[in-house]
């Protein structure tokens, strides 16, 4: 399968800004810490090494990244932060999996209902509309002359993937999410390297909305990936090239 490809127009945006960049170390240093929380070492933990993929396919730096490896053992040991999920919508019927991770719920639930109201939107109850995502794993590849088809394929089915899709300038390899970690570290020991590496709700159908809905859509999303908790948002919004979020 192919088609085109807007891997290049969604790392574009997300490095556009410094402020939006320190943003995502901020949010990926929280979760590697609370990875790293217990067991440090990426070689036994697979939660942690998983992290740590997705922090290096945006791009953080080593040392922040072992940084936030030891913080684990000092400023997070006596903090506890728990994963919440919220579902609900945005305009035009759209659908939106806001994934969380915090040390005060009541404030996050509070932060995230009031986003939502102010740009048109509401939270939902839980399973409102995860029913229309499936939980996937995910590993963005750049498509290189050195790297083909063929090659990626047989290493994707060799390490046990569910599928490769192949587009312009990226492969895409998805997996049952209790496969990725194995299936990352074989593709890693052969060398590859990722855009994207993550486990995340992909949505079975996307929906286009008014141009102007769009432009409050697209506001939305910026709301709401400002807020210190949020980790992830998911949506089932197809968003112009130069916004697409993945």
């Not at 759209?94 to 209902?113: E, F, P």
Request: proline share 3%; with cysteine.
């Amino acid at each position: 399968m192919s088609g085109h490809s807007k891997w290049h127009n969604i790392q574009a945006r997300k490095g556009k800004a410094d402020a939006a960049r320190g943003r995502i170390f901020t949010k990926l240093g929280r979760e590697i810490a609370v990875a790293a929380k217990g067991n440090p070492n990426p070689d036994t933990n697979s939660k942690l090494a998983d992290v740590i993929a997705k922090a290096k396919a945006n791009n953080m730096p080593n040392d922040n990244i072992q940084r936030c490896i030891k913080k684990a053992a000092g400023e997070l040991g006596s903090a506890t932060y728990e994963t919440l999920v919220y579902e609900g919508y945005g305009v035009g019927g759209s659908a939106l999996i806001i994934n969380t991770l915090t040390d005060n719920k009541n404030r996050t639930a509070g932060d995230v209902r009031s986003t939502l109201s102010k740009c048109g939107g509401e939270l939902g109850s839980t399973g409102c509309v995860s029913y229309m995502f499936s939980n996937k794993g995910l590993l963005v590849i750049e498509r290189t002359l050195e790297l083909d088809e063929d090659t990626i394929t047989e290493y994707a089915i060799d390490a046990g993937a569910d599928d490769v899709v192949v587009l312009d300038d990226v492969y895409e390899v998805y997996t049952d999410p209790s496969a990725f970690s194995g299936v990352r570290k074989y593709l890693e020991e052969k060398g590859v390297e990722f855009l994207e590496a993550d486990v995340r709700m992909i949505p079975q159908n996307k929906i286009t909305l008014s141009p102007e809905n769009t432009e409050k859509f697209i506001k939305l999303l910026d709301k709401l990936e400002e807020l210190d908790d949020v980790q992830d948002v998911y949506h089932n919004v197809e968003l112009p090239d130069d916004e697409e979020e993945g």
